[in-house]
């Protein structure tokens, strides 16, 4: 795992996967940042394909015990990874990149 620092804190990221350890307070974060790339360049009626299911549940790197998994915002288009004791989200870049779109179509177009 390498350590990335984003100014708002520390990503750990796997270079054999391209997974992130996102701590579940950045989550917002980096989902906004990747919002206001995406503004206006985001069809908000595009439909957004599922995500195939990763079958397998990692263990958290940080505690050890198995992680759950979740769906961001109930969607059903993109399940991840998460340790409720460690508050750590594992996030595939497809993944993020999902979330990333949802953000920005449920923060709508940029004020003018």
Not at 26 to 32: H, I
Not at 36 to 59: F, S, T, W
Request: hydrophobic share 35%; aromatic share 4%.
């Amino acid at each position: 795992m390498d350590g990335v620092e984003t100014g708002d804190g520390r990503l750990e990221a796997c270079r054999a996967c391209s997974c992130l350890l996102v701590p579940q307070r950045l989550l917002a974060t980096l989902l906004e940042r990747a919002c206001e790339r995406l503004r206006g360049k985001v069809d908000p009626n595009a439909r957004i394909q599922p995500l195939p299911e990763i079958a397998e549940h990692p263990d958290c790197p940080t505690c050890h015990h198995p992680m759950s998994r979740d769906d961001y915002c109930q969607a059903g288009v993109a399940k991840f990874s998460r340790c409720g004791r460690c508050t750590l989200l594992w996030l595939h870049a497809e993944q993020l990149a999902v979330m990333s779109v949802m953000w920005a179509r449920m923060a709508g177009p940029s004020p003018t």
